[in-house]
């Protein structure tokens, strides 16, 4: 089988092991998060977290730190104050969004403008690399993605009340702060940590593509969770696998996957729905 | 010691007041029907109730060591989105976090007590239902049955009838005063139906955008705001 002898061909390589590890992980966790943003319309936070991630990125490279030690609690950071603004009445959730986010891109192109020689690939930030990975990154993805998730699963009754009904939530006595807060907490682990694989600019796909294709086939919350997971991870390796087979962009890749699948189930579930009419 | 002690509140909506002089108090076992015409502040205050919106002026206080975790809350309209891709069960269990708390998952009471709130409300056979697909009563009694989820020592209830058919409200009011009657718990009601509102309830808030009457529902009927409204029945 050509397929099988792509695969096994693939995963003799360090890093393709190393980027495909890391890239599961994060797709789990970002179709995960994806259900509650993707309903609670906060999809567009991942977009301006990932491009204050890009701003991060850059400045690291041109003072000479671990990209991911500085891109971290910067995100956090932002995450907090995108919510934050989100509340706040004077400006309104997706200006807010829209201007962190174009500030972010703004800083690190200027960062990079008045650093001469640096050895930063723009296009890598911005569109993903697979060599990006080292050792020790592998082993922080992994331990990072497995605290979104263990997180994710034990508040889970949470998110989803939260989610599905903010203010009985609250009047009900439960912290509806504390649990917004942790869900952008963990959006921002999962952008980053994605980031430099998938790219600064496509790293949000993969917290709203699974999540939709979902919501098209299944009617009940956990079930668009679970489904939402599966298609993630389903998605993020098959994407890789083509990439690697025809020499494609990984990142692109897994998002053109994820557009065909939900291409799809839109049109099934249109076609399935017209038919019982 | 009373609940709940409302002293001298108003409510705004950025400075402008549309509910104002609330003085009444709630206690064990207590049933209070708030009536009053469209837009005349009983959902407003309801969300003071809740502590969802802060009084302008005067206090609301809590006694009896009255958590938030121990009340049940019916909204008139749900703040949720009508789309929402959840089963019915979901919806009513989720009733049970206030009380579940931090602790992972639900316990196997948790998911007792919700499957008993659906069989008292005949919703056990739309268990596994979409909620987006059924019927506006249907969804009524789904969130009701949520509500008594939550419910330890007071359930409100915004316009719960409203949208429910003859049969079923009456069904509702009995299950409701069974409640009260069983396990003492306080119910605060906004009725539209100020008869059934009279019949079953202790006391009566009228709301005029501001208090008009607060007592026992038998000195409301005899009074003169109560004989008026009684008359009119359907009021707007
Ligand atoms: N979110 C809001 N912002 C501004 N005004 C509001 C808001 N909600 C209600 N109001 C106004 O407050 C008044 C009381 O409303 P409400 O408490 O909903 O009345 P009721 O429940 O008695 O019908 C109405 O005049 C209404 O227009
Ligand atoms: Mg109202």
Redesign the pocket.
């Known amino acids: 089988m050509q397929i099988f002898e792509t695969i096994g061909e693939m995963l003799s390589f360090t890093f393709m092991i190393r980027a495909i590890v890391v890239g599961l992980l994060v797709s789990l966790c970002a179709a995960l998060l994806g259900v509650s943003l993707v309903l609670k319309r906060y999809a567009m936070i991942g977009t301006g977290l990932s491009n204050v991630g890009f701003a991060a990125m850059v400045i690291a490279g041109v003072i000479d730190v671990a990209p991911l030690a500085l891109s971290i609690p910067v995100v956090v950071v932002t995450a907090f104050l995108l919510l934050r603004m989100n509340e706040s009445s004077k400006i309104k959730g997706d200006s807010a969004v829209a201007l962190i986010s174009t500030s972010g891109l703004a800083v690190g192109v200027i960062v990079m403008g008045v650093t001469t020689g640096i050895t930063l690939s723009i296009c890598n930030i911005l569109f993903g690399s697979i060599f990006a990975m080292t050792a020790a990154d592998m082993y922080l993805s992994i331990a990072l993605s497995a605290v979104v998730i263990i997180i994710f699963v034990l508040f889970y009754k949470q998110l989803y009340a939260v989610t599905y009904d903010e203010s009985f939530a609250r009047a009900t006595g439960t912290k509806v702060e504390v649990y917004k807060s942790m869900l952008a907490l963990l959006t921002a682990v999962t952008v980053v940590l994605g980031m430099r694989m998938m790219g600064a600019l496509l790293i949000a796909s993969l917290t709203l593509f699974p999540a939709l294709s979902a919501m098209r086939i299944c009617k009940r919350f956990l079930s668009v969770v679970i489904a939402s997971a599966v298609i993630g991870v389903v998605c993020f390796f098959v994407g890789m696998v083509f990439s690697f087979a025809l020499d494609l962009p990984p990142g692109a890749t897994v998002v053109g996957v994820n557009l065909v699948v939900f291409t799809i189930f839109s049109v099934v579930t249109f076609v399935r729905q017209r038919g019982l009419r | 010691m009373a609940l709940i002690i409302c002293r001298d509140a108003a409510?705004a909506?950025?400075n402008?007041i549309?509910?104002e002089g609330l003085n009444f108090q709630v206690g064990q076992k207590d049933y209070l029907c708030?009536v009053?015409?469209?837009?005349?502040?009983?959902?407003?205050?309801?969300?003071g109730l809740l502590g969802l919106m802060r009084p302008k002026s005067g206090t609301i206080e809590t006694g009896d060591g009255l958590k938030p975790t121990q009340i049940g809350y019916l909204p008139?309209q749900t703040s949720a989105q009508k789309d929402f891709p959840t089963s019915v069960y979901e919806v009513v269990i989720s009733g049970r976090l206030s009380s579940r708390g931090i602790l992972p998952f639900y316990s196997w009471r948790d998911h007792e007590a919700a499957l008993e709130n659906m069989e008292k409300l005949g919703i056990l056979p739309l268990k596994k239902k979409s909620f987006k697909e059924l019927s506006g009563g249907q969804q009524q009694r789904v969130l009701l049955a949520r509500a008594l989820c939550a419910t330890k020592k007071v359930l409100l209830l915004?316009?719960p009838v409203s949208g429910l058919d003859p049969v079923v409200t009456a069904e509702f009011y009995h299950t409701i005063e069974a409640l009260r009657r069983e396990t003492g718990i306080a119910i605060i009601m906004?009725s539209h139906d100020v008869r059934s509102g009279v019949e079953y309830a202790t006391s009566i808030l009228h709301?005029q955008?501001r208090q008009v009457f607060f007592g026992p529902a038998d000195e409301y009927k005899e009074s003169d705001v109560g004989r008026y409204f009684l008359r009119g029945g359907e009021f707007r």
């Not at chain 2, 009053?36 to 969300?47: A, F, I, P, V, W």
Request: aromatic share 8%; no cysteine.
């Open positions: 409510f909506y950025e402008k549309v509910v708030i009053g015409e469209n837009g005349s502040g009983k959902t407003t205050l309801m969300k008139q915004d316009e906004i709301l955008n």
